[in-house]
């Protein structure tokens, strides 16, 4: 995935594409620096990880700049946000989410939220990047509520 990264930013400058090449160089910055900190070298999933948590932070930052009427900045973000997008794996469904929530839930036989945590996890383990946790919290909680 990393490598995808350093492809794409070799093709933005020689297309001369100024904002696509700022953002991918954002991009591998980011990576480079969650390289650092693990003291080793990322797996996909982790580089997945580190593009998930960019695109959310720009996600917050659009509803901030919306409450204070700054629609260039918020299409700024979303552009970035379009280009970030291109390097995550396509998102399951909500149906097929509900599918893996129940399996999980009747495998660890979870009937009240105390048991939400080991759900959660186990989910994890099961979609890796292809979801987003938060959602798939959301959908847990009401299933065991």
Same mark, same amino acid.
């Given at each position: 995935?990393?490598? =995808?990264?350093?492809? +794409? #930013? ?6 001369? +594409? ?6 991918? =160089? ?16 990322? *797996? +996909?999933?982790?580089? !997945?990880? @580190?593009?998930? =948590? ?5 996600? *917050?930052?659009? &509803? ?10 918020? +299409?700024? #973000?979303?552009?970035?946000? &379009?280009?970030?997008?291109?390097? #995550? ?5 909500? #149906?097929?989410?509900?599918?893996? !929530?129940? &399996?999980? !839930? ?11 945590? @080991? ?10 990047? =292809?979801?987003?946790?938060?959602? @798939?919290?959301?959908?847990?909680? &009401?299933?065991?509520?």
């Amino acid at each position: 995935m990393f490598e =995808r990264v350093k492809a +794409d #930013l070799l093709v933005a400058m020689k297309e001369k +594409d100024k904002f696509k090449l700022d953002v991918i =160089r954002m991009l591998k910055s980011a990576i480079q620096n969650e390289t650092i900190e693990a003291k080793k070298e990322l *797996s +996909d999933d982790e580089v !997945i990880a @580190v593009i998930k =948590r960019e695109v959310k932070k720009r996600n *917050s930052s659009i &509803e901030e700049y919306k409450k204070f009427g700054k629609q260039e900045m918020v +299409d700024n #973000l979303t552009h970035e946000i &379009e280009i970030m997008s291109t390097y #995550l794996p396509e998102e399951m469904s909500d #149906l097929e989410l509900q599918v893996i !929530i129940d &399996e999980t !839930i009747k495998e660890i036989g979870a009937t009240s939220m105390k048991e939400m945590g @080991v759900v959660i996890k186990s989910i994890s383990a099961k979609v890796g990047a =292809r979801a987003d946790m938060s959602k @798939v919290s959301k959908m847990v909680k &009401e299933k065991l509520a």
